[in-house]
């Protein structure tokens, strides 16, 4: 799949999630299925691919629900992807947001703390923000919707969102 694909993938199924947990009886985890089932319906993508892009909009999505820089409102946003976020491109960034308080809500409901979010390797799609590569420390910002690269002075290819 290519990246423009890949990254498309994301943006409709997180979409999708939006408008799922809208429904307030659906969980989380039903949510997904659903936001799946209709990103697989578009068509052009195989289970597979649609199962790891959902992965990755879980990943950003409980990073973001689990973050204490969110708890204070003032620049929270903006803090969280260390940029001012009226450099955010073409992503729903409310929509995002709004997925991360229902699924911090959901998970308080059922007493659960949002699991560590996964590492972040190259290959792997992502929300907008800034990471630090693990072995070199260095910074890379995305704007909007973006395939993580190669770090670009080390080549490293493991990230920690700052």
Not at 33 to 50: M, S
Not at 93 to 111: G, H, N, Q, R, S
């Amino acid at each position: 799949m290519g990246e423009n694909k890949l990254i498309k993938a994301y943006d409709d199924l997180m979409g999708h999630l939006y408008e799922a947990l809208d429904d307030t009886l659906h969980t989380v985890a039903e949510a997904l299925d659903i936001a799946k089932e209709k990103t697989a319906a578009l068509g052009g993508h195989t289970q597979e691919e649609i199962n790891r892009i959902a992965d990755y909009v879980m990943r950003d999505v409980e990073n973001v629900a689990a973050s204490p820089k969110l708890e204070d409102e003032n620049n929270s946003i903006s803090e969280w992807l260390k940029f001012d976020i009226d450099l955010i491109e073409n992503f729903a960034l409310d929509a995002f947001m709004d997925i991360a308080d229902k699924t911090k809500v959901k998970l308080a409901a059922l007493e659960m703390e949002a699991k560590q979010y996964h590492p972040y390797k190259s290959g792997d799609v992502t929300s907008p923000g800034t990471f630090t590569c693990d072995a070199c420390g260095k910074h890379i910002a995305f704007k909007s919707t973006s395939i993580i690269p190669e770090c670009p002075e080390c080549k490293g290819t493991a990230f920690t969102r700052c």
